[in-house]
């Protein structure tokens, strides 16, 4: 058997993922015959066939599956370490920091507060992306450490859990169940999340392949065909929830800071917690993300009993104004305070979607 080359699996992975050679063949950029022929030329060196090839339909064989895994895996390796390299190679490192905008207990400014004054500190970059692609950032090289609220895939990863923050459901204010004292999941029957999962379900993590917008069942009568599409920002998915569309389980946190009239937040009595961790790559040696994990679980235990005892109300647009409640008493109970704009210890935090 020959050694395998990256550009072997990356033909195989098209077409494991395509079953389709023509479709596979444009994704590549490549004609369908030479890459045809590079396949047949993979099974002839691997001594196995990989593909069940008919006139109507390519299917995967039992060595094609195995190698389909492993291979999504390699590939995976060599770009993180080309990208690592590269960032490592830099005048100016930045520790790369992956999570989803809001998604942070409201803690982001204290987390960074804390890291600062860590001696293996160095500047900040933070990646935005959608749910699940920080995974998939820690493990291609595009970022160092994470913040998230729910692991949907832990290969490759080390795990520190932070804290745990109450949902409450978002639904539209006209919304029946707005006017009632209490709900449990049950209530929900028939509703549907944002990506179109049962919301009876609770918002369970979907499994490695999910992510915002997958297809679910169909949406329940009145509601609207658009909720079956990926959701890119807080803003798509508020407009959804306030016109009846879908409902959405939302960190207590967010709720607080997003207060709109055509919305209403409940607490839900079986509704489990948001879990919040700091996750990173099982193989860095990297003293700048240990000293985010440090500053991160230490602010995250000072914030916990603070979180704990807060009421779930949410005060309407027209209440006080408490989005930042959390994070302040989070200082109070001895995380470090968030520099003020223009102080000399602010370091310059980057921005990268």
Not at 38 to 44: N, T, V, W
Not at 123 to 132: A, D, I, M, Q
Not at 202 to 219: K, S, T
Request: proline content about 10%.
């Amino acid at each position: 058997m020959n050694d395998l080359e990256s550009r072997q699996l990356r033909y195989f992975v098209a077409v494991a993922e395509e079953l389709n050679f023509g479709r596979a063949a444009e994704r590549l950029g490549m004609a369908q015959p030479p890459l045809s022929r590079a396949i047949r030329e993979l099974e002839r060196g691997l001594g196995v066939r990989l593909f069940e090839r008919t006139t109507r339909q390519v299917a995967l064989t039992p060595a094609g599956e195995v190698l389909l895994r492993d291979a999504r895996t390699a590939l995976e390796a060599i770009t993180a370490a080309a990208r690592r390299a590269v960032h490592a190679g830099r005048p100016a490192p930045e520790l790369r920091l992956a999570l989803k905008a809001d998604f942070d207990a409201g803690l982001l400014p204290q987390f960074l507060a804390a890291y600062r004054q860590e001696p293996e500190a160095i500047p900040v970059e933070l990646v935005l992306g959608g749910r699940g692609d920080q995974e998939a950032a820690l493990r291609d090289g595009r970022a160092d450490v994470a913040v998230l609220p729910e692991l949907t895939d832990d290969r490759g990863l080390d795990v520190e859990p932070l804290l745990t923050e109450p949902r409450l459901v978002a639904l539209a204010a006209s919304d029946p169940l707005a006017a009632r004292s209490s709900l449990s999941l049950s209530d929900f029957a028939g509703r549907v999340l944002p990506d179109g999962r049962p919301a009876e379900l609770g918002g369970l993590p979907p499994g490695p392949d999910g992510g915002d917008g997958g297809p679910g069942r169909p949406a329940a009568r009145g509601s609207f065909a658009e909720s079956r599409r990926p959701v890119r920002d807080l803003t798509e998915l508020f407009s959804l929830v306030e016109l009846g569309g879908v409902i959405w389980f939302v960190p207590v946190s967010i709720a607080r800071r997003h207060a709109r009239p055509g919305i209403a937040y409940r607490a839900v009595g079986d509704l489990p917690p948001t879990e919040f961790s700091v996750v990173w790559p099982q193989d860095c040696r990297s003293p700048a993300v240990a000293a985010f994990v440090r500053a991160a679980t230490a602010v995250a235990a000072a914030a916990q009993p603070v979180i704990d005892a807060q009421p779930l109300d949410v005060p309407g647009p027209a209440g006080p104004a408490r989005p930042a409640e959390a994070g302040q008493r989070a200082d109070a109970a001895g995380a470090a305070p968030s520099p003020r704009p223009g102080s000399s210890e602010m370091n310059p935090v980057t921005v990268r979607r």
